[in-house]
């Protein structure tokens, strides 16, 4: 058996001790491929073949690292294009406590969110027709961004926040279909939220207006 056949580069301990289970004592085969550079271990129970043919996703790691939880806020709106800088560290939604992991990789983050406003608006993104990985939309990952980022900014900041300060193309923005989360902007009462939501519905009349 050799360690190259694994099918795809993320790897978690149970799939690890079944690849090596014809070993006398696969543990022992662990830490030697931990030594050699050949299994990189992101966290405990977690790791990435290194020698693997096929990208290890950042994306399918970050769901795994900490969950239940979704790639949102800042490195989303970069995956959709609606933020121009480059993001470094991978961001996610949780509704666990918030944590930072440092890993080999590069650093993970996870910031709270309530239960209620965790679900509306996440997508699957199938890399292969065996991997994927769930992450904002990006309507939601705006939601995201204003509700933990900016909590009060008031409805007279919102449209130079988005378009100055985030530098989102006001074409771009206007092409977000924001009735796929309507319901988690009626239920939400945070300020920036209302402001944003205000602002979508003021934007939506004049375009209709002309």
Avoid: W
Wanted: glycine share 4%.
């Amino acid at each position: 058996m050799q360690y190259s056949k694994f099918e795809y580069p993320e790897l978690d301990y149970l799939q690890l001790m079944e690849h090596l289970k014809d070993y006398a004592y696969p543990r022992d085969r662990i830490t030697k491929l931990l030594a050699s550079g050949e299994l990189i271990r992101i966290k405990k129970g977690l790791y990435i073949d290194s020698h693997s043919a096929i990208p290890y996703s950042k994306e399918i790691l970050a769901n795994l690292i900490h969950g239940p939880s979704y790639v949102s806020l800042e490195y989303a709106l970069q995956q959709h294009g609606l933020i121009p800088e480059a993001v470094r560290v991978v961001t996610s939604v949780t509704t666990r406590r918030k944590k930072r992991y440092h890993t080999p990789i590069g650093d993970f983050d996870y910031l709270h969110i309530p239960e209620r406003y965790f679900s509306p608006g996440v997508e699957y993104y199938e890399i292969d027709t065996k991997r994927g990985y769930m992450m904002a939309g990006p309507e939601k990952a705006l939601f995201d961004m204003f509700y933990l980022r900016y909590p009060d900014l008031v409805y007279a900041e919102i449209e130079a926040h988005l378009f100055e300060n985030m530098r989102i193309e006001e074409s771009d923005f206007s092409q977000l279909d924001f009735s796929k989360i309507e319901l988690l902007f009626a239920s939400c009462r945070r300020r920036s939220i209302v402001s944003l939501y205000r602002f979508i519905k003021s934007r939506s009349r004049k375009n209709k207006n002309g």
